[in-house]
């Protein structure tokens, strides 16, 4: 319960516009909504602050598997205002957790036939613990088998190579990719007056033991050796003697204790964009942290969820330098920390019988920490 | 993941686990733009801090840029990219011993002293379980704690400033250094421990006087750093002049970038967002 999962950047996507689908994570570009019935209400997608369009910062495909239930279809976007003054304010700062409540086992007519597949691999799922690829291939099968047009063969195959190029090894990755993308194009989303940040990709990883911090933390090299030390400590003799030392807790001019221990994280993995531990602890920067507040549907005590780190905002700088209309520079967050409904309830509406699965959107919270 | 029970599957989701030391390596493949390729891990730099940004992309060249608009310092590799001739010396490795119901542990504290004999220097003090550990991380203490040191003159201005300007004083624990200008050739009188420091700012002439338990050499080396930070805080009559304000590096920077292009932000219009995939 208590590992994290850390997010390294991946592979830049060829247009920022391009779409992928919500299965996928990835930081920037514009968000893949799936199918909806009602489509995505205009007023979450706008600033509380200063009313303009906020921009796609990071999708994140986070399946659970609960005791209960396990919800697959369940992904957060993260998203935020790219205007000058709203980069402080955390009002201008939204989480959207947008899940599948049922799990519809015989939906007919769903236009986005690829979903289907999904549902049985999830029932295959939940019987052993599967890994991912075992799970990718079933989806394949049922692509096969099922007959489909060709717009959705177009998209089910997109989909497929999605998964299967992220759970490959990163020496089959590029080639499955060049495979896929001759006879598919990506396809663009329409969208041109929603802000775009530039697009890449998200693989995980697992927080590894401590033996890469102390690598990690030598960096920049010493001009000391053992010996010199011992020949120093030789040296003193005539009546200098350091006494009454005590322990002493790590400080610098600009650095605390606490700002010094998130470092020591980001050392660790120093390219990490954001880190995932459902229901784990977060790690703040700095130790006064403003209060949480309850979820609105059900009331119950938000848990931490996922926090965004500071190098997604290096590459997302990097990136823009050059093409863009909006500039991230206003944004000089330290972490932005992201905490959910530990019930993952929904918003009431989804009690009828229909035969159109039913998806719902719920807002989250977020904890935006400023690098003073 | 052979654990089932409530947690996020946020790992699951696509099991990109493949990558492992090997990812790291990839790179991160073309973009437009063009950027660096490859590099092993121990040479790039990510920066965290808006300051570590700026820097990595040479908006500010100068350590003194963040000096005069006191900037904290969080990444130690701002100062390796703004000061190249910094040298770093072990002062001691002391153990420091807790009583604990097993027995005594043990824990090395290092107190490294950094500087470029020019006006700079910095202290850093670490405990660790091992004396590379400690080091090492003292090392990285000190280079965060970087400060400026004044040097002025004690008589005639002829040449560079070899002496502190006045005479300061700096206070730690029960230790206090005083410091008070010496002409040139008199070189730096002082205790064994403190000159060291000295000579790492770049101060030639001095003479020093401290009171109290100077023999907790812990206490009087920061002293003495206490007391060199103070030689820029104090107030002389050349700084009696207005100060004229500059921007600091946050906003001047913010306000190059977010200047409007000529691609114009489009206006607000009320169309429906398409969200069918």
New interface residues.
């Given amino acids: 319960m208590g590992e994290v999962i850390l997010a390294m950047p991946g592979q830049w996507a060829h247009d920022y516009r391009e779409k992928a689908d919500h299965y996928t994570s990835k930081i920037g570009g514009l968000p893949d909504w799936p199918d909806l019935d009602i489509p995505v209400s205009g007023k979450l997608l706008l600033c509380d602050f200063c009313g303009g369009k906020l921009c796609l910062v990071a999708q994140i495909y986070a399946p659970l598997s609960m005791a209960e239930r396990s919800i697959d279809e369940r992904v957060i976007y993260v998203l935020g205002c790219m205007k000058k003054d709203c980069g402080s304010n955390p009002q201008s700062w939204r989480v959207l957790r947008l899940q599948r409540c049922k799990q519809d086992i015989e939906s007919k007519d769903e236009p986005l036939k690829a979903e289907q597949p999904e549902e049985e691999s999830t029932s295959v799922a939940e019987d052993k613990p599967t890994s991912q690829s075992s799970s990718v291939k079933v989806c394949d099968d049922e692509d096969s088998d099922s007959d489909i047009d060709l717009d959705d063969l177009a998209q089910a195959l997109e989909q497929a190579a999605t998964l299967a190029s992220n759970s490959k090894k990163q020496d089959g990755t590029k080639h499955t990719r060049k495979i896929v993308e001759g006879p598919v194009a990506k396809k663009l989303i329409d969208d041109l007056t929603t802000p775009v940040l530039p697009c890449f990709y998200i693989y995980s990883q697992r927080n590894s033991s401590e033996g890469r911090m102390d690598k990690a933390n030598f960096v920049g090299g010493s001009s000391i050796s053992l010996k010199e030390i011992e020949k120093s400590s030789g040296n003193e003799s005539e009546g200098e003697s350091w006494e009454g030392e005590a322990y002493e807790y790590d400080k610098a001019l600009g650095a605390d204790r606490t700002y010094l221990k998130f470092k020591k994280q980001l050392d660790a993995y120093p390219e990490q964009c954001f880190r995932y531990s459902y229901g784990g602890n977060a790690l703040f920067p700095v130790a006064n942290v403003p209060k949480l507040g309850a979820c609105k549907i059900c009331g119950s005590a938000r848990r931490f969820e996922l926090q965004l780190m500071p190098p997604l905002l290096y590459f997302l700088q990097e990136a823009s330098d050059d093409s863009s209309n909006f500039s991230i520079d206003g944004w000089t967050w330290l972490t932005i920390i992201i905490f959910t409904c530990p019930k993952n309830c929904c918003s009431g509406t989804c009690d009828e019988k229909s035969s159109n699965s039913c998806r719902c959107i719920v807002e989250e919270e977020a904890i935006v920490i400023q690098d003073d | 993941?052979?654990?089932?029970?409530?947690?996020?599957?946020?790992?699951?989701?696509?099991?990109?686990?493949?990558?492992?030391e090997?990812?790291?390596g990839?790179g991160?493949?073309?973009?437009?733009?063009g950027?660096r390729g490859n590099k092993s891990?121990?040479e790039?730099?990510?920066?965290?801090?808006?300051l570590g940004?700026l820097v990595?992309s040479n908006n500010i060249t100068s350590i003194e840029q963040i000096y005069l608009h006191s900037?904290?310092?969080?990444?130690?590799?701002i100062i390796?990219t703004l000061l190249k001739g910094l040298?770093?010396?072990?002062m001691?490795?002391?153990p420091?011993q807790?009583q604990t119901r097993a027995g005594q542990r043990t824990?090395f504290?290092a107190f490294v002293v950094v500087g470029d004999g020019d006006g700079h220097v910095g202290l850093?003090?670490?405990?660790a379980k091992e004396?590379?550990?400690a080091?090492?991380?003292a090392?990285?203490?000190a280079k965060?704690?970087v400060?400026p040191v004044r040097r002025g003159y004690w008589g005639n201005k002829i040449g560079l400033p070899h002496t502190v300007p006045c005479k300061v004083t700096g206070k730690c624990g029960s230790v206090t250094v005083r410091m008070v200008p010496a002409p040139r050739g008199a070189g730096i009188v002082a205790a064994?421990?403190p000159k060291k420091v000295l000579q790492f700012a770049g101060i030639e002439d001095v003479f020093t006087s401290s009171r109290g338990s100077t023999?907790?050499?812990?206490n009087f080396v920061k002293a003495t750093f206490d007391c060199l930070m103070k030689t820029y805080g104090f107030l002389t009559p050349d700084f009696w002049t207005e100060t004229r304000f500059s921007n600091s590096p946050?906003q001047q920077?913010?306000d190059l970038?977010?200047k409007p292009?000529t691609?114009a932000?489009?206006p607000?219009?009320e169309?429906?967002?398409?969200?069918?995939?």
């Fill in positions: 993941m052979a654990e089932r029970g409530d947690r996020g599957g946020f790992g699951r989701g696509f099991g990109g686990r493949g990558g492992g090997g990812g790291r990839r991160r493949g073309e973009r437009r733009g950027r891990e121990e790039k730099w990510v920066p965290v801090t808006k940004r990595k900037l904290p310092v969080k990444e130690h590799q390796d040298k770093d010396e072990v001691k490795i002391t420091v807790k824990r504290k850093g003090v670490k405990c004396v590379a550990t080091i090492r991380g090392i990285i203490l965060l704690s400060i064994r421990v023999k907790t050499l812990g946050y920077y913010t970038l977010s292009t691609k932000l489009l607000p219009t169309e429906p967002l398409q969200a069918e995939a």
